[in-house]
């Protein structure tokens, strides 16, 4: 997923990715458009799949 500054998407601030496809205890890594890592979080197992509850795991400031 990317994220953007603007409506027409020309400049682009984050990326997050998921570590694997499948799984309910997936890491998210979030990422400066640069390539600079800024942090990730991780969902906290199978607890529900409507309610998810997610813990950071690393800030980088």
């Not at 601030?13 to 640069?34: K, P």
């Not at 890592?37 to 199978?46: D, L, N, S, W």
């Amino acid at each position: 997923m990317k994220i953007f500054a603007d409506e027409q998407q020309q400049n682009q601030l984050y990326q997050i990715r998921a570590d694997r496809i499948i799984d309910f205890s997936a890491q998210y890594n979030i990422t400066a458009s640069g390539g600079a890592p800024v942090g990730a979080v991780k969902r906290r197992g199978m607890r529900s799949l409507w309610k998810a509850t997610y813990e950071p795991m690393v800030l980088v400031q």
